[in-house]
């Protein structure tokens, strides 16, 4: 079962006799099953990835899958797979509540049974919930399962990425649990309900036979496990690694203060207007092992489908507890053990049907991931992280082709992709999914082929990163051009103040924007410079705008993208996005110089920047000479000594 009392004794005080009274089997066959288990997941998502159809899974990597236990361990999930962890968090529920309201009763070999209703599952609709159960010697003993991201479900807008969807009826397809295999049959009503229903049903459906495919080969893992090793040690196995999590997140919460702690963050606006803010705020109480996350007073649910469930919200403390206290140690069921997470119905974090509409759920959690980042800062010393680019940030471009054929861009053209925040360990990733996701970013040349569309630039920025002893990652600019008549989803809802925010004396991440360089006269493709004179004649789309410059700066105008619910462009037309830039950690006055001088080589600081961020002199060309950059040492030292004296 995935719970434990307090008193029983830990894993490690436990002699072999009592180990294997406890779990089924000694601790050298547990040690191999849990590999094992990983191994199995590992095998079918590799599967997966490489015979998949739709880029969305092909190329962006937007699954997951877990093993589960049977009900009779509560559906404990004791492995989950290196992809997706927003699906993987929600999965223990989502598979519980999905067979429960299907009926373990009905299962037999062969089964596959799916479900995509946020409020039952998470996430959102189109992220299809696909679960077969594992009989061994005719008794129910676990489930394999994957979640993986379907290209259309139907609904108002193609492909579902949209901010200004206002309830659940404009989001697509919502299926109750039911199966989609019967005794490895299919269930043609079941098929049939959903090619009625959604754009590409031919591409859904192929994918959906692979991912069928890819549950069987998952069981044929799982089953020869049980074959060999017996239901109890298996079952007792994936007890053992739960108990295992639990006991490291309990034993790294005794290591920080008791104490009650609080952060904020806020998602800047909804898509219906800029009138309102979303804040998310987090109030912390940890006592010995034990945590409670409070998110009282946190904004009521947005007006349009900006929104998460109370499992996404689950699954972000997990997230951020596992970031910050045991980022070592697996992610399963087991870590909630010692945590309670307190959600106010109706908030943006936990909305309800059927106004409370659920999609774009990743702004909501990832302003909580950084609220409960900053509670914690001090409460977790050397451990505290920065903040990072904080927002899926997707664009969708959508269009038709000359012969009337329907194309969908997701994730391809906006900036999906950016920076993390200075950590303890070192500098930080400046080109990387936000925090709970783990995807692969589409090829150039992948996205180039599918669409039709040009990556023109994709490169770091000096002097954005927010500086520290270790500072965090830089913004990325990113150009694409459109090569037909197209239409525009923007998803940018961070962009009122920065969310790359440093600790420990580390500074603040620069924040970002959208530019728009509308080609009303069909000129030939250009390429955008990125000095100041390349914005005059660019519409700015989003961020905090200079109104004489149009550059973007935490000291201008909000403008607001959903002025335009969608924005369509002409032949040749390029979007820009330069994302949030994360924060430092750390007194940047303590970086070494030579790491400040390989930064000016290397692009991620100018000299200018070196000097008024980290005070360091340096003398040189780092465009055309970077390898003879010259430290002017005494100047350096004098420099900081001064800055040193005003920071105090």
Known sequence: MDSQAPDIPLIRDLDPA?????????????????????????????????CAFSPILRDFYDFAATISGPPELNYCTPVVSKTFVAFT???????????????PERLEPGDVIIGNDPYRTGTHVNDVLFSRPVFFEGRLSGFVNLKAHQLDMGGSVPGGFSSTKTNVYEN?????????????????????????????????SRDMKTICACLE????????????????????TMNYICD???????????????????????????????TEEYPVRVTIRKA????????????????????????????????????????DGPFTSGLYRCVDVVIPDGAICSALPPDGAVFAYGESTNAMIGAIFQALENAVGEAAIGGDISSPNLHTGQGRYPDGRLWIAVGVGGGEHGAWGGTRHGDADSYNCFLQANSIDTAIEASEADYPLATLRREYLPDRAGAGYNRGGTGVVKDTLWFNDATHSLITLRYKKATGFGVRGGKDGEIGGVWLWQNET???????GLGQDAYKNSEPVAGRIDSETKLATSKGDYVYFGRSPTWPTKPNSIFRYITNAGGGWGNPLEREIERVKRDVRDGYVSIEGARHDYGVVITGDPEWDPENLVVDAQATEALRAEMRAKRS
């Open 18 to 50: 009592e180990f294997t009274e406890r779990y089924g089997c000694d601790r050298f066959v547990a040690t191999v099953l849990a590999n094992r288990y990983t191994y199995i997941l590992e095998h079918l998502c590799e599967r997966l990835l490489a």
């Open 89 to 103: 968090g929600t999965m223990t529920d989502s598979v519980r509540n999905t067979i429960m309201e299907y009926g």
């Open 172 to 204: 697509g397809l919502v299926m109750s649990p039911r199966a989609l295999m019967k005794a490895g049959k299919p269930v043609r009503e079941t098929w049939t309900l959903i090619g009625d229903n959604v754009r590409f049903g031919d591409l859904l």
């Open 217 to 236: 080969l998952g069981e044929q893992l799982l089953l020869a496990s049980l074959e060999r090793y017996g239901r109890d040690a298996v079952l007792g």
């Open 244 to 274: 295992a999590d639990a006991e490291c997140m309990s034993e790294a919460l005794k290591r920080i203060p008791d104490g009650t702690y609080q952060g904020e963050s806020m998602v800047d606006c909804d898509g219906i207007d800029d």
């Open 288 to 327: 010995g092992g034990r945590i409670e996350i409070d998110l009282s007073g946190t904004g009521r649910q947005a007006r349009t489908c900006i929104n998460g469930t109370f499992l996404d919200t689950k699954t972000t403390v997990g997230v951020a507890l596992k970031f910050l206290l045991d980022p």
């Open 522 to 528: 069909g000129a030939k493709p250009r390429q955008i």
